[in-house]
C-alpha cells in the first residue's frame, strides 16, 4: 500500500503490529540487544505513552560495532564501485518496498504528519541512487610536476561515523551512509536517542543485502555512544548532522584524543528578506512554507526572521496571520493532518520559554504564541509570530528550533544586510525581489551557504549543502560530499 493512500485506522493498525517488534542494536551482521542488556523506553510525542522498549547501547556496544565495521572495512574497499553501488541501488529498492513502515515509524516516534513521509522515502531512495550513480568519480588525476609519473587515487578512511538528529529521523539515518560507503568506508550509524526506530529497522533491513559489518546500527540513551565513537581510535571520520552545542563537543573530543576529519552540518537562524517591489502575499505564502511548520519549525533550513521591508510589513504580517490560523492539527498518523508535534516535552518547554521571554524583551504576539486551543493530545504548538522583535533580543538571535517567526522591519538594503548577517549562524537565506541586480547584489553579501532567491534557499539533490560560520563545516548531498569521504594520496613513479 502506498503511504497516502492509507487511512488513519489502516495506519494506526499498521503501526501496532510494528510496534510489537524486538527492537535490537544492528552490529556485525547480526541484531542483538545491548551487552548491558539495558534498556530504555522511547514515548510518542503525540499520545505521550510509551511505544517502544530499545536497547541502551554503552562504549562496549560501540566497541563491538568498531571492530566489526574495522573488520569489514577491507573487503568492501577491496569490491569494485560499480559492485557497491549496486549494491546499494539493492538497498534502494528494499527501502521503496519497506516504505510506509518506516514513514509510519516516523510518525509515531517523532511526530512528523504521515502525508509528508512520502516525500522523505523518495529523498532516500533518490539520495542513495544519486551516489551510486557517481561511485566512478572516486578518481584521481596525474599532474606533471616532473619528468616522472606523479598521480592522485582517493582512497576510503576506513571507519566512519555517522550520527545524526531527531528531525528527520530516518532521512538522514538512511542517505548519509550513502556517500561514505560509496567511497568505500564502513559505516556506523547512531540515531537520535528520542527517534531511534525507523534507523533500528534500517538496520535489519541492511543486514539483509549488505556483507555484516559494511553498515552497523547503535543507540543509547544519553551521549555515552557517540562519545564512544567519537573518541574510538579506529574511528578517523565523522560526519555529524545535529546542534552546535554537539557539534563544538565533537570538534573538542576528537581533537583531545586524536586528529579526526569531522564535517558539521549544524544550526540555522536563517533569514528572509522581502523587499518592497515583492508582492506582499507572495512574500507570505512563501514565510510559511518556509516557516517548515509541517515539522513544527524543526527543520534546520526554516527561515524563522522575516526581515521586511516597512513598506508592506504590514500587510504581509495581516496575511501570514490570517493563512497561519487555517493550519490541521491532529494524529500525526492521519492523513488529513498538516502539522507535525515537537519531539520531547523538553524541547517543547524550551520552545515556550523562548515565547515568553520574547514578550518580557518587548515582543509582540501577531499570532499563535501558545498550545493550540480546543487540542489536549500532542505536543503542539501554534504557529507563533512575533513583531516588534529586536535584532539583537534573543528570540532573533537563537536557534529555538520550533514554529516560532519573528519579524524584523528595515528600511534600507544595508540595514536589511546588516541585521541579516548579525547572528552567529549563516545556513540559509531567501531573498524576494523583482529586482535581479539587487537580488543578486544581496546574496553575495549574505552570509549563508544557501541562498534561494524568490524562492527556498533549501537543499536540492546534487548542489552542495552546508552552511557558513556556526552552521558547519563542509557540504553535502553533492559531490563535495562524497569526495569528503574520501582521503587523497599521491604516488610519485621515478622514470628515470
Ligand atoms: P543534537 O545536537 O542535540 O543531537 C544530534 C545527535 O548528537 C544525536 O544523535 C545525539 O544523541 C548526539 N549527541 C548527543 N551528545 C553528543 C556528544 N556529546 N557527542 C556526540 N554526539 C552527541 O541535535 P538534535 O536536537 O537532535 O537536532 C536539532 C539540531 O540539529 C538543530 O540545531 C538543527 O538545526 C540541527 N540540524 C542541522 C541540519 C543541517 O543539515 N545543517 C539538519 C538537521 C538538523
Known amino acids: 500500500m502506498n503511504i497516502n493512500d492509507a487511512t488513519l485506522v489502516e495506519n494506526e493498525e499498521r503501526a501496532r503490529q510494528l510496534l510489537q517488534r524486538s527492537w535490537k542494536l544492528s552490529i556485525a551482521g547480526e541484531c542483538r540487544p545491548a551487552l548491558s ?3 530504555y523506553a522511547v514515548t510518542s510525542p503525540y499520545t505521550g505513552e510509551q511505544i517502544a522498549v530499545v536497547p541502551d547501547g554503552g562504549a562496549e556496544d560501540v566497541a563491538a560495532a568498531v571492530t566489526a565495521a574495522h573488520a569489514a572495512f577491507e573487503g568492501w574497499r577491496a569490491t569494485p ?61 596525474t599532474i606533471p610536476a616532473s619528468n616522472n609519473l606523479h598521480f592522485t587515487e582517493r582512497q576510503p578512511f576506513g571507519v566512519v561515523a555517522r550520527i545524526v538528529p531527531f528531525n528527520h529521523p530516518f532521512m538522514f539515518a538512511a542517505k548519509n551512509i550513502a556517500a561514505p560507503l560509496i567511497a568505500g568506508n564502513t559505516v556506523i550509524v547512531k540515531p537520535s536517542e528520542l527517534t531511534p526506530l525507523s534507523a533500528l529497522l534500517l538496520g535489519e533491513l541492511v543486514n539483509e543485502i549488505l556483507p ?49 576529519d569531522i564535517s558539521l552540518e549544524l544550526g540555522g537562524k536563517n533569514a528572509f528578506i522581502a523587499f518592497p ?6 512574500v507570505a505564502e512563501a514565510a510559511i512554507r518556509n516557516m517548515n511548520v509541517t515539522w513544527s519549525g524543526q527543520s534546520c533550513s ?10 508592506i510589513a504590514d500587510i504581509v504580517v495581516a496575511t501570514i496571520t490570517e493563512r497561519l490560523s487555517t493550519h490541521v492539527i491532529g494524529n500525526p498518523l492521519d492523513p488529513h493532518s498538516r502539522q507535525g508535534t515537537i519531539v520531547s516535552e523538553r524541547q517543547y518547554h524550551s520552545i515556550l520559554g523562548f515565547i515568553e521571554r ?27 509570530v512575533l513583531v516588534d522583535v529586536a535584532p539583537d533580543s534573543e528570540v532573533a538571535q537563537e536557534e529555538i528550533f520550533g514554529p ?33 541586480k539587487r537580488a543578486h547584489r544581496v546574496a553575495r553579501k549574505i ?50
Request: with cysteine; charged share 20%.
Open 81 to 141: 564501485p560499480m559492485a557497491r553501488a549496486q549494491l546499494l541501488e539493492e538497498l534502494a529498492r528494499a527501502i521503496v518496498a519497506y516504505a510506509r513502515d518506516f514513514a509510519i515509524l516516523d510518525s509515531v516516534d517523532a511526530g512528523i504528519p504521515i502525508v509528508y513521509m512520502a516525500d522523505e522515502l523518495r529523498t532516500v531512495a533518490a539520495f542513495m541512487r544519486y551516489f551510486a550513480g557517481l561511485a566512478l568519480e572516486t578518481k584521481g588525476e
Open 277 to 282: 517591489d515583492a508582492d506582499p502575499v507572495t
Open 212 to 260: 555484516s559489518g559494511v553498515v552497523n546500527v547503535v543507540v543509547g540513551n544519553g551521549p555515552e555512544v557517540p562519545q564512544a565513537l567519537v573518541s574510538h581510535p579506529l574511528v578517523h571520520r565523522i560526519g555529524f548532522t545535529g546542534s552546535e552545542e554537539i557539534g563544538r563537543k565533537i570538534v573538542r573530543a576528537g581533537a583531545d584524543c586524536g586528529v579526526k
Open 358 to 384: 520574547a514578550q518580557q524583551a518587548g515582543a509582540r504576539v501577531a499570532s499563535g504564541g501558545g498550545r493550540p486551543k480546543g487540542v489536549d493530545t500532542g505536543l503542539f504548538i501554534e504557529p507563533t
Open 447 to 496: 552570509d549563508a551557504g544557501m541562498i534561494g532567491i524568490n524562492g527556498s534557499g533549501a537543499a536540492f539533490l546534487g548542489i552542495p549543502a552546508g552552511g557558513f560560520k556556526a552552521s558547519g563545516l563542509g557540504r553535502e548531498q553533492s559531490l563535495d560530499e562524497l569526495l569528503s569521504y574520501t582521503q587523497i594520496k599521491v604516488t610519485s613513479v621515478y622514470l628515470d
Open 302 to 311: 526554516s527561515t524563522t526572521r522575516l526581515l521586511v521591508h516597512e513598506d
Open 37 to 39: 542488556g539495558r534498556t
Open 404 to 436: 516560532v517567526l519573528s519579524v524584523i522591519r528595515w528600511r534600507d538594503e544595508e540595514e536589511a544586510i546588516r541585521i541579516a548577517n548579525s547572528v552567529r549562524y549563516g545556513l540559509t537565506g531567501i531573498i524576494y525581489t523583482n529586482d535581479i
